[in-house]
């Protein structure tokens, strides 16, 4: 797709940013969940709070606090650029205290506060970011712009996820966890989110005001007015259609979106598992890194699928192959479906990621993006660890602690998240049939 040239540059930005942004979480995030069970010592339900209680802050910052803050001043690339850089530093800090702790259960518990703080302000760049798109891109390039940067993303992933599993063991010199107790993963993660922040300054500030290419008759322009319109002629609801129709949307979203979020929160533990896989770094960065090269060819994809099938229906089909994927890794007898389960993630996160953006954007009126915007990204960033902390963690802890066995605790905790993509899955459908009877009768 072809954009005017001065969102061509927009773009180049933007995607620099999240290239580097995605490879901040693969390097640091791949092994967490695995450094906090086997060389601290948590609990499995105990390592799902590094997700549970930061995102919980997150979500309660970005509603509460950044939303209404970018609603009220209109600015995106300050909330981005100052979020960022206090992560950065953040980063620095929760190693250091992290080091100095007196016990490795303290030590794990000092990596979940410090995240917890950390994504307090962490998340005014999420929603600058959320917002900023919907600012720049009409509806109908939104779900092709979000595949597009899910390819982008997918390859600093890559990289990060790799830079990791040489990290995590020193390239196989040192013991399991060294990139974390010695550093190396907190201070590049630092450096990255710091650099990261480079294109961003070249970015226009965004906003509601914001035209790009207006003067040369940028459809940006007529969609914010005409949406405007349609906003307050519907009393503030969503242009596209009620509060009632986007909270149905929420929670279909965060019961597909913790389905296979359970992935990343346990996916590395059990392919650790000495009487399972046995799996090494390198393996499970690989594993991260087939999923990362699917999201890639997917991405590229995207926006021609939704064209051709429809949003709602690629969203679906997304849905569908997380479905797919958690089955696999679940009954996974060998690494071989466990590669295979990889690829099925890698495609439903880019098919989700970009049609659930793109849905939710016909939903929310120009003026109320930041907000609206961070009740969408609660689906997501609370997708991470609630279900994790108190369905699936303490299912996996209970089978363990029944004699169980290990492999068999991590097979059912996997097809729980399943379970929990088709309860969300069955709302969306039966949200998307309503809504096409409706307009059938004329009343929507």
């Known amino acids: 797709m072809k954009f005017p040239l001065k969102r061509d540059g927009i773009f180049l930005g933007l995607s620099s940013f999240q290239a580097l942004a995605m490879f901040r979480r693969g390097i640091f995030y791949t092994f967490l969940a695995v450094y906090l069970r086997s060389s601290l010592g948590l609990s499995v339900t105990e390592t799902t709070l590094f997700e549970t209680v930061p995102m919980a802050l997150n979500v309660l910052f970005q509603t509460l606090v950044w939303g209404r803050l970018t609603d009220r001043l209109q600015k995106r690339r300050t909330l981005i650029v100052i979020g960022e850089l206090m992560a950065s530093v953040g980063h620095v800090a929760m190693w250091y205290f992290h080091s100095i702790a007196p016990t490795p259960r303290a030590a794990g518990y000092v990596i979940i506060t410090g995240l917890t703080v950390i994504e307090a302000f962490w998340s005014m760049s999420n929603i600058g970011w959320s917002a900023f798109i919907s600012d720049v891109y009409t509806t109908e390039e939104r779900n092709a712009v979000q595949g597009r940067f899910q390819s982008i993303g997918g390859v600093g992933r890559i990289v990060g996820a790799m830079t990791a599993g040489l990290l995590y063991d020193g390239i196989g010199r040192a013991i399991p966890g060294w990139g974390y107790s010695a550093g190396g993963i907190f201070f590049v993660s630092a450096v990255v989110m710091a650099a990261s922040v480079v294109p961003i300054l070249f970015l226009p500030e965004g906003g509601i005001a914001f035209r790009p290419g207006s003067a040369d008759g940028d459809p940006a322009d007529a969609e914010l007015k005409v949406a405007a319109r349609d906003g307050a002629r519907a009393g503030g609801k969503a242009p596209g259609g009620s509060l009632a129709v986007f909270a149905t949307f929420l929670v279909a979203m965060f019961l597909m979106n913790s389905g296979i979020n359970t992935l990343g929160a346990f996916r590395g533990q059990y392919l650790d598992l000495a009487e399972g896989f046995a799996a090494p770094a390198r393996t499970i960065s690989l594993v991260v890194n087939v999923e990362s090269a699917a999201l890639i060819v997917i991405g590229f994809f995207v926006g021609s699928l939704g064209r051709r099938l429809g949003i709602a229906r690629l969203l679906v089909a997304g849905a569908l192959a997380g479905i797919v994927s958690m089955t696999l890794h679940a009954v996974a007898p060998s690494l071989g479906l466990v590669y295979l389960g990889a ?66 605790a991590y097979r059912v905790g996997l097809a729980s998240g399943a379970a929990l993509m088709a309860a969300g899955l069955a709302i969306l459908v039966a949200l998307l049939a309503f809504s096409r009877r409706a307009r059938a009768a004329g009343t929507d």
């Not at 009126?365 to 009740?375: H, L, Q, T, V």
């Open 343 to 408: 690829v099925f993630k890698g495609v439903s996160d880019g098919c989700i990621a970009a049609s659930s953006y793109a849905f939710a954007s016909t939903l929310i009126p120009p003026e109320k993006r930041g907000r609206y915007f961070a009740f969408y990204n609660s689906t997501f960033f609370l997708s991470w660890g609630v279900t994790a902390t108190f369905l699936t963690g303490p299912l996996i802890d209970a089978l363990i602690r029944a004699g169980e066995g290990a492999v068999l």
